[in-house]
């Protein structure tokens, strides 16, 4: 089996049931494994919430290291429609060629690095330097910045093992802090000055609501982009045909794009909590309990994808939902769509082969499934054209 692959450990339950059970930390977790049930149920606000306690939809549940809410992620309409239209426009930022420009130095400077050197651990010396350099664009703070938050690792709730970790958590909560006091006092054009001089419905938005917002941005496109990056240079290494193909062809690099987010799905699921009694796939859902929404079931589910479990770099039709789906679309998708296109075009103009010389697997225990997500790391070389 190549190393590159990530399998579907979902594809019976989908077939069989469409659900799939987890427990978490004593509060259980339905599956939803199929992509209309998905679909329907990321559109159905009412009854399936996001904005229940802070931390409780996520999986696995981070009620006991915080008690911020994630803004406009943890919040419903039509409150979610007012955050959105607030924060949206500086997400769309990416798309102005100014930033596309700088996105682009900055990937081709760490691809040249990792082309000059023997080998490379990709996971922390590749894409979470380039995760984090990217951050600063998109947050339009200094790029020194970037090595303070490479410092944290690859996951900003988690330490060295799997479990979430409270006091790791606290380190990103006070950095924030400190830097919306920064910005209350000597206001500049980042992202933090712009969220305080905001106004929603003719107030201002709370110091609490700006570090929703951060809290957001930092952890939501972290492991999520690292996950990403590390699992397509995974990929290309084992098929250098492709990585030829996208020079040859570069036109079809936004579609490759988002065959990979398929593929690859950084995020496995994401939950919502059940307000009423009500059923899923047939099967009975209490009010308070909590369903997922297993964007990584989902985007194999062969029912609408072709070949779902191969990667069709000019795929046709591609309704994932890598991205999430419906009001609550990753908000931080235009900046990761960037940085991948970016990303595979600087690959294909400049590598001719990637060599795997040493790997670990990143496996989520999702009690019934196990799931590879990516890489603990993943050691290669580079190789020029």
């Given amino acids: 089996?190549?190393?590159?692959?990530?399998?579907?450990p979902f594809?019976?339950?989908?077939?069989?049931?469409?659900?799939?059970?987890?427990?978490?930390?004593?509060?259980?977790?339905?599956?939803?494994?199929?992509?209309?049930?998905?679909?329907?149920?990321?559109?159905?606000w009412k009854v399936f919430q996001s904005g229940a306690k802070p931390g409780r939809i996520v999986v696995p549940s981070e009620v006991n290291i915080r008690d911020t809410r994630q803004i406009p992620f943890e919040v419903d309409p039509p409150e979610h429609g007012d955050y959105r239209k607030l924060v949206e426009p500086w997400f769309k930022r990416p798309l102005e060629a100014d930033y596309q420009a700088a996105l682009t130095k900055q990937i081709n400077e760490i691809v040249d690095e990792a082309l000059s050197l023997d080998d490379i651990e990709v996971v922390s010396d590749f894409s979470l330097r380039l995760q984090s350099r990217a951050l600063t664009l998109l947050l339009n703070t200094p790029y020194s910045e970037a090595d303070t938050w490479i410092g944290w690792?690859?996951?900003?709730?988690?330490?060295?093992?799997?479990?979430?970790?409270?006091?790791?958590?606290?380190?990103?909560?006070?950095?924030?802090?400190?830097?919306?006091?920064?910005?209350?006092?000597?206001p500049s054009d980042d992202l933090y000055s712009v969220l305080l001089n905001s106004e929603l419905n003719g107030r201002k938005l709370t110091k609490e609501e700006v570090k929703g917002v951060m809290i957001l941005t930092f952890a939501g496109g972290r492991d999520t982009v690292i996950n990403a990056v590390t699992n397509s240079i995974a990929y290309f290494a084992e098929h250098p045909e492709?990585?030829?193909?996208?020079?040859?062809?570069?036109?079809?690099?936004?579609?490759a794009v988002e065959e990979l987010i398929r593929y690859f799905s950084p995020l496995t699921h994401m939950g919502r909590v059940v307000t009423e009694d009500t059923q899923v796939c047939e099967h009975a859902a209490k009010a308070d309990s909590r369903v997922s929404l297993c964007w990584a079931s989902a985007n194999r589910d062969a029912s609408v994808f072709e070949n779902p479990n191969e990667v069709v770099l000019d795929r046709k039709l591609n309704p994932h939902v890598g991205f999430g789906f419906s009001h609550h679309n990753c908000l931080g998708a235009t900046h990761a769509r960037q940085i991948m296109q970016i990303l595979l075009t600087s690959l294909a103009q400049k590598v001719k082969s990637i060599d795997i010389l040493d790997y670990e697997e990143n496996i989520e225990d999702l009690d019934q499934f196990k799931r590879k997500v990516g890489y603990e790391k993943i050691k290669v070389k580079f190789n020029p054209k």
């Fill in 1 to 8: 089996m190549k190393k590159s692959k990530l399998a579907d």
């Fill in 11 to 44: 594809e019976q339950a989908r077939l069989e049931s469409g659900i799939g059970k987890m427990d978490d930390q004593n509060d259980p977790v339905t599956m939803l494994l199929r992509l209309k049930d998905v679909r329907k149920t990321a559109h159905n």
């Fill in 153 to 186: 690792g690859t996951h900003v709730f988690r330490s060295e093992g799997d479990s979430l970790d409270g006091d790791k958590a606290n380190i990103l909560y006070d950095y924030i802090d400190e830097q919306i006091e920064r910005a209350s006092e000597n």
């Fill in 242 to 255: 492709s990585l030829a193909r996208l020079n040859d062809e570069p036109e079809i690099t936004g579609k």
